[in-house]
């Protein structure tokens, strides 16, 4: 059902945060320099110096990605729960204009940008849930820095403004939750309100693993919820498909 489908892409549009995916480094490596021994006579005896070792500091590479790259390591059908399958309509864009409705969480594009991004869209059936995977590739620290400004930048808007595509406007609210940790950490929240009187329940789940992380989007309408344990198996299956 299209029109249930746009409810996902409002709320998504309103929630399309920043973060999710890029390449981890590669081992660091070490550089040693030694000083040879030195011998010194003094009075018929001879002592000698205890060789001198210095450690360099290690040194680590960070692949950069293409979006070619990430669009293999997005979700496939045989990674998902069973019921759920690849939304045949893949017309919700990676590049959707994040969030006008909350300035700090906005800002986080700008702050923290991404070098390459790819999303997949999938479903669990005609009426939901409707689920989405956005992967955006980072270099050096900044996938570490965006996950920790993320927080504090939800937590300044509890109240969010979504815009539906004829224009209309609705308040959601949203909120840090409990989830189980996915990835080397991970952040999620709720969002919900209601949207053309259609009761909306969200949830989104931000993991990274190194320097990539992983966003998953789940939006159940008409009453229903989001099953969280779904959720958990999807987050999970995406960030186990990251290098």
Known sequence: MRTSRELLLVTIGSLGLVL???G?????????????GATTTVAGATTTTAAATTTAAPTTTVKTYTA??????????QDLPVGWSIDPDQSNPDDATPFAGCPSLSALDKLYPSTAKANIDITKGTNGPFAG????????????????ALGPA?????????????????????GEMSFPKVGDESKAFRLGGTINDTPVDGQFIYARKGAMVA????????????????LQKIAEAAVNKLP
């Open 154 to 174: 939800a937590a300044a808007c509890p109240v969010i403004k979504a815009t539906n595509p004829d224009g209309t406007v609705y308040d959601l609210t949203m």
């Open 68 to 77: 070619n790259e990430l669009k293999g390591l997005l979700l496939t059908l």
């Open 20 to 22: 999710a995916a890029c």
């Open 133 to 148: 995977e956005k992967l955006e590739a980072y270099t050096g620290d900044i996938a570490t820095k965006g996950m920790a």
């Open 24 to 36: 981890g480094g590669s081992s660091p490596t070490t550089a040693k320099t030694t000083v040879p």
């Open 215 to 230: 966003a998953i989007s789940a939006v159940a309408v008409n009453g229903d919820k989001v099953d969280l344990t779904e």
